[in-house]
């Protein structure tokens, strides 16, 4: 990852250069490797890299296009760029780098905004037009990587980390959003385009904005909703080799680097496959990591051991006690920028702390549960289904009957019968206010949104870009 943060001011007042800098190195565990500004009248953007691809010089960033008029900081990967550069190639031959930052860049200067639409990646980046005196910014589809801003009347702010925009931006509110609290109490983390404070605003994932002399203008490029299937039936086995192949070549795609690779590994299916086929696409053992835990009956690591050995990994293994976990927690201050409500975050930042000492990038099977349905409450749906064959009036009076039974699940059961559809009953399931809710802010059940408009928010701010 690497850490991009900006400024722009459509009054012709002067960048603050020293703030720039400061801001920009508050971003340096994001980026260690390398840091770099640019400032113009208008404009000033900073970026700390970690480089994965082309670690020489020639990446640095903030770069310029060939004909000087676009500037542009990127975090992220392009995993098709070698695709996309061999499309821009039949224009020029004067590359300076092997990055995808320049891809990028060349990327916009021919297509425009379209050019997001033939990136395959996860990504956030800012793109300063110098002749328009215009900044464009775009987050990618699934919202992977972050990308924070503020907005006055004359100024606009950005970057990979909230707690930075103070740097830039002076007397910052922090007014709580009471609508970002309610979707954190429903969700467990507040979905973009909201932050925990008013003044900062999240760009959500598969958007692009553009802020110039006309104000900010926020659009989307891209909808899973619009995707359709083919139409076309096809036999099981058919489907299975084309999922292989489509799992194959993204795991293929994201060991593209110029630093070592590893990869996390529990010993479940997702990440035992992404192991296994990490394996086929390199000559070396593949370094795997995972965490254990000092009582047995949480302890799952002989697992990832059994797969270890199977595959021929070079694996390592870290156990933690309850003072290992409760010294990481003055840490999540530092390293997380919102709340959330995940206690997986524990081995998470624990185990990424052990690969960082053996690799720069690291794959994981985060998402094939989603994707697949894996986790046990997706059968609450099937559970669920015909009781939503059902008219209100009549779920009601069942919820009421349901009700009546002293175990707390049936009571959540009469809970979720009681809301709009079976996607929003799914929703207050998982959700934080079937507890807490009424304690917190008493009206939130009945003012919160809607379960559709849930269940696609839900969809577009998964972490680690998932969707269901």
């Given at each position: 990852?690497?850490g ?7 009054d012709?007042?002067p ?10 190195d ?26 994965v ?8 960033q903030?770069?310029l ?12 990967e392009v995993?098709?760029f ?45 793109i ?26 004359k ?25 970002a609290?309610?979707?954190?109490l ?39 909703r ?13 489907l ?6 489509l ?16 990869a ?9 496959l992404?192991?296994?086929l990490?394996?086929?696409y ?16 949480y ?9 270890a ?31 959330f ?15 960082r ?16 349905g ?6 609450i ?31 959540l059961?009469a ?8 996607i929003?009953?799914?929703s ?12 917190f ?5 009945e003012k ?21």
């Open positions: 990852m690497c991009i943060v900006g400024i722009t001011k459509t012709n007042t960048i603050d250069v020293d703030a720039l800098r400061r801001s920009t508050m971003l340096a565990k994001r980026g260690p490797d390398d840091s770099g500004i640019w400032v113009e009248e208008g404009a000033g953007l900073g970026h700390r890299r970690l480089s691809l082309d670690t020489t010089s020639a990446g640095h903030p770069m296009s060939e004909n000087k008029r676009f500037v542009i900081v990127f975090n992220g995993y098709n070698r695709e996309l550069r061999k499309q821009l190639e039949l224009d020029t031959s004067s590359w300076r780098s092997d990055s995808d930052t320049e891809v990028v860049l060349r990327a916009y200067s021919k297509w425009g905004v379209d050019c997001l639409k033939r990136f395959h990646g996860m990504f956030a980046f800012a300063w037009d110098r002749k328009e005196k215009a900044l464009f910014a775009a987050r990618d589809r699934m919202g992977v990587k972050p990308f924070y801003y503020t907005h006055a009347e100024s606009f702010a950005f970057a990979s980390r909230p707690g930075v925009l103070p740097a830039l931006f002076q007397h910052l509110s922090r007014e709580i959003d009471e609508q609290m309610r979707f954190y429903e969700l467990g983390y507040i979905p973009a385009p909201y932050y925990i404070y008013k003044s900062i605003r999240k760009l959500p994932p598969a958007h692009y904005l553009v802020i110039d002399g006309n104000g900010l203008s926020i659009h989307r490029y891209w909808d899973f619009h995707i359709k299937p083919d139409g076309a039936v096809k036999p099981e086995e058919e299975i080799e084309e999922l292989d192949e799992v194959s070549r993204c795991v293929q795609s994201r060991m593209i680097s110029d630093v070592p690779v590893g996390f590994l529990s010993g479940g299916i997702d990440s035992s992404v192991v296994a990490m394996n086929k390199t000559s070396m053992p593949v370094k795997t990591f995972t965490i254990g835990f000092a009582e047995e009956k302890d799952e690591s002989r697992y990832a051991q059994e797969v050995d199977y595959l021929g990994t070079e694996h390592y293994c870290e156990r933690l006690n309850v003072d290992d976990l409760l010294q990481l927690i003055p840490v999540f201050f530092e390293e997380y920028d919102e709340p409500f995940d206690s997986s975050a524990f081995p998470t930042m624990a185990v990424s702390r052990l690969a000492q053996h690799v720069t990038v690291s794959l994981s099977g985060d998402g094939g549960d989603e994707l697949f894996g986790y046990h409450y997706y059968k749906v099937k559970w669920l289904k015909p009781f939503f064959q059902l008219n209100e009036s009549t779920r009601r009076h069942i919820a009421a009957l349901i009700n009546l039974a002293p175990h707390h699940n049936f009571k059961l809970g979720a019968l009681k809301r709009k559809d079976i929003e009953a799914f207050f399931s998982r959700s934080i206010l079937k507890d807490f809710g009424s304690i802010m008493p009206d939130m059940v919160t949104m809607s379960g559709y408009e849930l269940f696609f928010l839900t969809a577009q701010s998964f972490p680690q870009g998932l969707h269901p």
